[in-house]
């Protein structure tokens, strides 16, 4: 009784995949019609993608992608007559086309009972992919321009991914040619625009394996990181940047050694600044502003005042109209005066203390009045210049001037 039970359940579940395969073939024959009905075979394929008994079959997945690929072909045959089709829609059968190719192709390899592997619809699948793939180039440049940067990523993902197939692996692509370098470049652009960072980075670093537009890609990479916060990274890249790129790290549309001495400095790393800051200067020593940075640093961080003028009066040479050099040769000598008279101010002898007071401390002042007038003359509206000033005529009691710079700053009595 109970073989005749179990012989009756094999029938009735023969007679269920029976019923579903009848969905499979008749999407199958609708697809390879002259004019096919793909809304009819996208009905009876997902009918049969969604019962159990036919789900994971090879078969059904394969005519799923089958029906897809014809939907593609079929509106691309119109685009070379000139003909309107939906591009949006055309592209996604290929990439629908694609992913269920994907599913059919495991399916269609998996040992059988005995341990070998009979395919039936992989020949098709391999030769499918390999006319499909300069299709997902054009598919990727569509979805970018309609500003779908994810789409365009994995429309470009799998122009890269297709000769890296398991079952690809006899066909004849070469994945190594300038082509996918150009794709793997176009790709990071895209995952850079979809903001989504993860994504950025992966891609980013994808292709800067290829040096390929290698300063967009450290550019966007050094931004992404930026975003992210990790400065360590950030840090690297620029690092790298500069080694790689030699003088180009300087080029005004990048800055890679700019951003990379900023960062130093922002991160309290001003010893591996100077030392960027020298490296850059070997390269192209006729960057004024580098010269000013380096006397910042040796003046605040190293308390180096002897090379922080050196390194300013470089930068004038190089750049006489630089305001800035000049107003921080005046800060320093400023600051010269005012720390010597605050000692002089602990001096009981006023003989001595009369002394020190000319001599030193009105020494500094006047050192230091030619550097901030000159500074004043080229931005004349710079009011740490004009403060400066004021209290140099002060303290030197020059009237005349003193009453000149306070009209300028609208200084009342």
Request: aromatic share 12%; glycine share 4%; with cysteine.
């Amino acid at each position: 009784m109970k073989k005749i039970l179990l012989t009756a359940g094999i029938c009735l579940f023969a007679g269920s995949v029976f019923a579903q395969m009848k969905n499979v073939n008749a999407a199958f024959n609708e697809a390879k019609m002259p004019k096919p009905n793909f809304g009819e075979a996208r009905k009876s394929i997902n009918e049969a993608l969604k019962n159990p008994d036919t789900k994971d079959l090879a078969k059904t997945w394969y005519v799923a992608g089958f029906i897809e690929n014809k939907s593609f072909e079929n509106d691309y045959n119109k685009t070379l007559i000139k003909q309107k089709v939906n591009e949006k829609n055309m592209y996604n059968a290929l990439l629908k086309s694609y992913e269920d190719y994907l599913v059919a192709a495991k399916l269609d390899t998996m040992p059988n009972e005995k341990g070998k592997v009979k395919s039936k619809y992989l020949k098709d699948i391999k030769n499918t992919l390999k006319n499909n793939q300069p299709h997902f180039w054009s598919a990727g440049a569509y979805f970018y321009n309609e500003k779908d940067y994810k789409k365009a990523y994995k429309m470009w993902k799998i122009y890269q991914d297709i000769p890296e197939l398991n079952f690809m692996a006899k066909e004849t692509l070469n994945a190594t040619d300038s082509s996918y370098m150009q794709i793997r470049y176009y790709a990071a652009l895209a995952a850079f625009q979809t903001k989504d960072n993860k994504l950025a980075i992966k891609a980013l670093n994808e292709s800067k394996k290829d040096n390929y537009e290698i300063q967009d890609i450290y550019y966007y990479l050094t931004y992404v990181y930026g975003q992210e916060k990790d400065t360590v990274n950030q840090i690297k890249t620029l690092k790298e940047a500069v080694d790689v790129l030699g003088e180009k790290a300087n080029d005004p549309k990048y800055q890679f050694m700019s951003q990379l001495i900023n960062l130093s400095i922002y991160t309290g790393k001003g010893d591996d600044a100077i030392a960027y800051l020298k490296k850059a200067l070997e390269a192209s020593p006729n960057i004024a502003e580098y010269w000013k940075v380096l006397a910042v640093l040796y003046y605040e961080n190293k308390k180096d005042e002897a090379n922080a003028i050196q390194c300013l009066e470089k930068a004038i040479s190089v750049k006489p109209d630089y305001a800035d050099a000049y107003g921080e040769l005046g800060r320093i000598y400023f600051n010269k005066a005012v720390m010597a008279n605050n000692e002089a101010s602990l001096i009981k002898n006023d003989a001595e203390y009369r002394k020190v007071r000319e001599e030193v401390v009105l020494a500094a002042y006047k050192k230091s009045l030619p550097y901030y007038e000159k500074a004043h003359s080229l931005k004349p509206d710079e009011n740490e210049y004009m403060i400066a000033l004021r209290g140099i005529y002060y303290n030197l009691g020059d009237e005349e001037n003193l009453k000149k710079i306070e009209a300028q700053m609208n200084v009342s009595e």
